[in-house]
């Protein structure tokens, strides 16, 4: 079963400094999941400067408790970096050329 995370970080002054202290352990995360094929894709949510200021991810987990459990252990839910996550069924468009 596949779903969409929508997640923004804080507003506060220390925001991107989380994100990036936690960015490298985040991205050894995703690698993981992404050869386990849970990961299908996603990428950072910027402003208008083009400053970070959330994340999309597109999952793929067998149910929404096997997300959860996995979300647990992501080290933007761990330090903080999300304050604000919405989590929906989706379904990823197989389009043929």
């Excluded at 002054?13 to 960015?23: I, K, T």
């Excluded at 094929?37 to 200021?53: P, Q, S």
């Excluded at 080290?75 to 990823?92: A, D, N």
Aim: aromatic share 10%.
């Amino acid at each position: 079963m596949q779903f969409l995370l929508i997640a923004f970080d804080g507003t506060d002054e220390g925001a991107l400094e989380r994100r990036m202290e936690a960015r490298p352990s985040h991205f050894e995360n995703v690698a993981t999941l992404k050869e386990r094929k849970e990961f299908l894709l996603g990428g950072a949510i910027v402003d208008d400067d083009g400053k970070m200021i959330g994340s999309m991810i597109v999952y793929e987990f067998p149910d929404r408790n096997a997300l959860d459990e996995c979300l647990k252990t992501e080290p933007y839910v761990v330090s903080g970096t999300w304050k604000k996550i919405e989590i929906r069924p989706f379904r990823l468009a197989k389009i043929e050329p």
